[in-house]
C-alpha cells in the first residue's frame, strides 16, 4: 500500500473529537468479567496449542513501580523508594513466569517481549538479567534478530553503561519518555528531565546496536503552547529516532488522583490542544516521518513503514507491531493477555497478585471470549486500523457474510464521514482518505456493536 501524507483539518478535526476507544483490542476492555475464569483460560491454551499452526507467543511483563509521581500519569504504578519491593515482585514474577510456560507447549517460540509500566528501568539491570534467565528457562526465546525484544525507559533512571548492558540482555527495541523538554511544563508535571541525558541514551543506543529507538512524546500538558512544544519538536527532529509517538493528554482529575496534582489554571484550553497536534504532523511529516496511526510516526525505512506498505502491519495492547499475530502472555499486576479468541486480565493490587501465586495458581481475576459477531468486527476493525481500508470479499469469504447487508447500521453510521470525504466506499471496499486517517478511531467506532453502552458510562477519552 502506497503512502500519502496525512492530511490535517482544524475543523474536521474538531468535528469528530469525540470520546473513543484505541481499539488496542475488540470488544474493549471495559467489556471483560469476572464470569470469565481460570478454566476458559486454560481451556484457551489448550485449544491454540492444538492448532495445526500454533501462533509463536508475545509476552507483556508489568512493572509497576516508579520512584517518583507524573502528575500526568494515569498507568497503573506505586511510588516507592523501597527497593526491596522489586525484590519481591520479581520472585512473584517468576513464579507466574513458570506456571504460564507449563500451560504452553513449549516448541511455541516467544518472538515478542515487551517491558512496560510503571518503570521497567526501577529493576537493576542484574534483576532484569534475573528476570530474563527466567523467561528463558521457561519458554523457547526466539534468537535470530527478526524477535521484538523491547523495553520503555525512562532516562533519568539508567545510563549509558547500562543502555549497553540492557541490549546484552537480549533487548533490542527501545523506547525513551521525552513527553517535553520545557522546563516549565517539566515542573508542572513533576517531570525533570535534561535534554542532553536523553540524547546520550540514544546515542548509546545506537552504539550498542538496538534496531530501533522510538521516542514518547505527550501534547495537551499543562503550560504548553505552541512555541515551547515546537522547540521541543525541533530537539527531538536533530536527535533523529526511529519511531514518534506523540500522544493526546487525557486530563481526568476525577478518575486519577494524580492529576489533582496539575493547576487546572496552567491547563491550555481545547483550541490550543488542536493547534499543538496540528504542529506536530505538520512539523514531523516536514522532518520526513511517516504518519503509521493512532499517534505514531515512523522513519521511512522503519519497520513500521514497511509492514504498513506491504500489508503485515499488526496492532495490539503494545501499539502497532511488524510481527504476525502471537498469543500475548500477560505477566504482573494489571497485565492484559490475548490468547485464541479471548481476553484476560490480571488481579490489580500486589497483595491479590501474590497471594494467587502463593496458592500456586495464576492471576487472573477477569476476561472474555469471543462469539462470532465478535471476531468478525474485530477483523474489520484490525483492517481499518492498520490498513485504512476494508475490502469486502475477503470478509465475506471468512465468516459467510454479505458485507454491506450484514454491516447496513455501520454504512448509515458513517454517511456523515462519507460526506465529509473522511472515507469513500464503492463496491469493493471501504478506504480511509488521507483527510480522515487522524479520525480512524471515529470510523473504526460504527462497527462497534457495544459502543453506545460504553460511551453512556463515559469510559474513554476524547480522540483527540
Same mark, same amino acid.
Given at each position: 500500500?502506497?503512502?500519502?501524507?496525512?492530511?490535517?483539518?482544524?475543523?474536521?478535526?474538531?468535528?469528530?473529537?469525540?470520546?473513543?476507544?484505541?481499539?488496542? &483490542?475488540?470488544?474493549? %476492555?471495559?467489556?471483560?468479567?469476572?464470569?470469565? %475464569?481460570?478454566?476458559?483460560?486454560?481451556?484457551?491454551?489448550?485449544?491454540?496449542?492444538? !492448532?495445526?499452526?500454533?501462533?509463536?507467543? /508475545?509476552?507483556?511483563?508489568?512493572?509497576? =513501580? *516508579?520512584?517518583?509521581? *507524573?502528575?500526568?500519569?494515569? *498507568?497503573?504504578?506505586?511510588?516507592? #523508594?523501597?527497593?526491596?519491593?522489586?525484590?519481591?515482585?520479581?520472585?512473584?514474577?517468576?513464579?507466574?513466569?513458570?506456571?504460564?510456560?507449563?500451560?504452553?507447549?513449549?516448541?511455541?517460540?516467544?518472538?515478542?517481549? #515487551?517491558?512496560?509500566?510503571?518503570?521497567?528501568?526501577?529493576?537493576?539491570?542484574?534483576?532484569?538479567?534475573?528476570?530474563?534467565? %527466567?523467561?528463558?528457562?521457561? =519458554?523457547?526465546?526466539?534468537?535470530?534478530?527478526?524477535?521484538?525484544?523491547? +523495553?520503555?525507559?525512562?532516562?533519568?533512571?539508567? /545510563?549509558?553503561?547500562?543502555?549497553?548492558?540492557?541490549?546484552?540482555?537480549? =533487548?533490542?527495541?527501545?523506547?525513551?519518555?521525552?513527553?517535553?523538554?520545557?522546563?516549565?511544563?517539566?515542573?508542572?508535571?513533576?517531570?525533570?528531565?535534561?535534554?542532553?541525558?536523553?540524547? !546520550?541514551?540514544?546515542?548509546?543506543?545506537?552504539?550498542?546496536? =538496538?534496531?530501533?529507538?522510538?521516542?514518547?512524546?505527550?501534547?495537551?500538558?499543562? $503550560?504548553?503552547?505552541?512555541?515551547?512544544? &515546537?522547540?521541543?519538536? !525541533?530537539?527531538?527532529?536533530?536527535?533523529?529516532?526511529?519511531?514518534?509517538? /506523540?500522544?493526546?493528554?487525557?486530563?481526568?482529575?476525577?478518575?486519577?488522583?494524580?492529576?489533582?496534582?496539575?493547576?487546572?489554571?496552567?491547563?491550555?484550553?481545547?483550541?490550543?490542544?488542536?493547534?499543538?497536534?496540528?504542529?506536530?504532523?505538520?512539523?514531523?511529516?516536514?522532518?520526513?516521518?511517516?504518519?503509521?496511526?493512532?499517534?505514531?510516526?515512523?522513519?521511512?525505512?522503519?519497520?513500521?513503514?514497511?509492514?504498513?506498505?506491504?500489508?503485515?502491519?499488526?496492532?495490539?495492547?503494545?501499539?502497532?507491531?511488524?510481527?504476525?499475530?502471537?498469543?500475548?502472555?500477560?505477566?504482573?499486576?494489571?497485565?492484559?493477555?490475548?490468547?485464541?479468541?479471548?481476553?484476560?486480565?490480571?488481579?490489580?493490587? $500486589?497483595?491479590?497478585?501474590? @497471594?494467587?501465586?502463593?496458592?500456586?495458581? +495464576?492471576?487472573?481475576?477477569?476476561?472474555?471470549?469471543?462469539?462470532?459477531?465478535?471476531? $468478525?468486527?474485530?477483523?474489520?476493525?484490525?483492517?481499518?486500523?492498520?490498513?485504512?481500508?476494508?475490502?469486502?470479499?475477503?470478509?465475506?469469504?471468512?465468516?459467510?457474510?454479505?458485507? @454491506?447487508?450484514?454491516?447496513?447500521?455501520?454504512?448509515?453510521?458513517?454517511?456523515?464521514?462519507?460526506? !465529509?470525504?473522511?472515507?469513500?466506499?464503492?463496491?469493493? @471496499?471501504?478506504?480511509?482518505?488521507?483527510?480522515?486517517?487522524?479520525?480512524?478511531? /471515529?470510523?473504526?467506532?460504527?462497527?462497534?456493536?457495544?459502543?453506545?453502552?460504553?460511551?453512556?458510562?463515559?469510559?474513554?477519552?476524547?480522540?483527540?
Amino acid at each position: 500500500m502506497s503512502q500519502e501524507s496525512l492530511t490535517f483539518e482544524r475543523s474536521l478535526v474538531e468535528k469528530y473529537d469525540r470520546p473513543g476507544p484505541r481499539y488496542t &483490542s475488540y470488544p474493549t %476492555a471495559p467489556r471483560f468479567h469476572t464470569a470469565f %475464569a481460570l478454566d476458559d483460560y486454560r481451556d484457551a491454551i489448550a485449544h491454540s496449542n492444538g !492448532d495445526p499452526l500454533p501462533k509463536p507467543l /508475545s509476552v507483556y511483563i508489568h512493572i509497576p =513501580f *516508579c520512584k517518583s509521581l *507524573c502528575y500526568y500519569c494515569a *498507568c497503573n504504578k506505586i511510588i516507592t #523508594h523501597k527497593t526491596e519491593r522489586a525484590v519481591e515482585y520479581l520472585n512473584y514474577l517468576k513464579r507466574e513466569i513458570a506456571l504460564q510456560a507449563h500451560l504452553f507447549d513449549p516448541d511455541r517460540k516467544l518472538t515478542q517481549l #515487551h517491558l512496560g509500566g510503571g518503570t521497567p528501568t526501577y529493576l537493576t539491570n542484574a534483576q532484569l538479567s534475573e528476570l530474563m534467565e %527466567a523467561l528463558d528457562e521457561a =519458554f523457547t526465546l526466539e534468537r535470530s534478530e527478526s524477535r521484538e525484544f523491547s +523495553l520503555e525507559v525512562d532516562p533519568r533512571t539508567v /545510563s549509558p553503561q547500562q543502555i549497553h548492558e540492557l541490549h546484552a540482555l537480549g =533487548f533490542n527495541r527501545i523506547s525513551l519518555g521525552v513527553q517535553d523538554f520545557d522546563p516549565d511544563v517539566q515542573k508542572a508535571v513533576n517531570r525533570e528531565q535534561g535534554e542532553q541525558q536523553t540524547l !546520550d541514551l540514544m546515542e548509546a543506543a545506537r552504539e550498542a546496536g =538496538f534496531d530501533s529507538i522510538s521516542v514518547d512524546l505527550i501534547y495537551g500538558l499543562p $503550560l504548553q503552547t505552541v512555541a515551547s512544544f &515546537s522547540r521541543t519538536l !525541533d530537539k527531538i527532529i536533530a536527535m533523529r529516532p526511529d519511531r514518534i509517538a /506523540s500522544y493526546s493528554y487525557a486530563h481526568l482529575p476525577e478518575r486519577f488522583r494524580a492529576q489533582r496534582l496539575i493547576r487546572p489554571e496552567d491547563m491550555p484550553p481545547p483550541e490550543r490542544k488542536i493547534e499543538l497536534l496540528e504542529l506536530t504532523i505538520n512539523r514531523l511529516q516536514q522532518a520526513g516521518y511517516v504518519y503509521i496511526g493512532m499517534d505514531h510516526f515512523a522513519l521511512p525505512d522503519d519497520e513500521l513503514t514497511r509492514a504498513q506498505e506491504n500489508g503485515t502491519l499488526q496492532r495490539n495492547f503494545q501499539g502497532y507491531s511488524t510481527h504476525a499475530d502471537c498469543d500475548l502472555i500477560g505477566l504482573g499486576i494489571t497485565a492484559i493477555g490475548k490468547v485464541g479468541d479471548t481476553y484476560s486480565q490480571n488481579v490489580k493490587t $500486589l497483595s491479590e497478585y501474590y @497471594k494467587c501465586l502463593d496458592e500456586l495458581h +495464576l492471576p487472573v481475576q477477569k476476561g472474555y471470549q469471543l462469539n462470532d459477531d465478535d471476531r $468478525l468486527r474485530r477483523d474489520v476493525i484490525h483492517r481499518l486500523m492498520c490498513h485504512n481500508q476494508v475490502e469486502f470479499a475477503p470478509i465475506e469469504a471468512a465468516y459467510d457474510i454479505d458485507f @454491506k447487508a450484514y454491516f447496513s447500521d455501520a454504512f448509515d453510521a458513517l454517511e456523515e464521514q462519507v460526506r !465529509d470525504g473522511l472515507v469513500s466506499i464503492d463496491e469493493e @471496499k471501504l478506504v480511509l482518505k488521507p483527510r480522515g486517517r487522524l479520525m480512524m478511531r /471515529s470510523v473504526a467506532m460504527a462497527f462497534d456493536a457495544y459502543l453506545s453502552e460504553d460511551i453512556r458510562e463515559r469510559r474513554f477519552s476524547r480522540t483527540v
